[in-house]
Nanobody, 123 residues
Framework: QVQLVESGGGLVQAGGSLRLSCAGSGRTFSSNAMGWFRQAPGKEREFVARIWRGGDTYYATSVKGRFTISRDNAKNTVYLQMNSLKPEDTAVYYC?????????????????WGQGTQVTVSS
């Protein structure tokens, strides 16, 4: 059974940092595009960042320069380093994996999803 399990969420003050992890099991994701999405209360799920098989990264404008996505293929894990957090970053953060190697920002292009981890940024 393929699973993605996120961890690392929590409560942090504005300006602080968190590092999210997403561990995959049931198959190897080293050849797949991986992404992070988030969903705030009352809002639709939105793209945050993605990383392709070769390491190419892309970010939503709202997080560019503050967040960094990376992957450790040996650990079958993808990370999201979040710095300079703002209250508007508060959301449930989801990890996703695509069967394709170069999926983009559209959530429908991703085939596997984690259960989500809550990130709350206080002002």
């Amino acid at each position: 059974q393929v699973q993605l399990v996120e961890s690392g969420g929590g409560l942090v003050q504005a300006g602080g940092s968190l590092r999210l992890s997403c561990a995959g099991s049931g198959r190897t994701f080293s050849s797949n595009a991986m992404g992070w999405f988030r969903q705030a209360p009352g809002k639709e799920r939105e793209f945050v960042a993605r990383i392709w098989r070769g390491g190419d990264t892309y970010y939503a404008t709202s997080v560019k320069g503050r967040f960094t996505i990376s992957r450790d293929n040996a650990k079958n894990t993808v990370y999201l380093q979040m710095n300079s957090l703002k209250p508007e970053d508060t959301a449930v953060y989801y990890c996703a994996a695509a069967l394709a190697a170069n999926s983009g920002t559209y959530s429908g292009a991703y085939d596997y999803w984690g259960q989500g981890t809550q990130v709350t940024v206080s002002s």
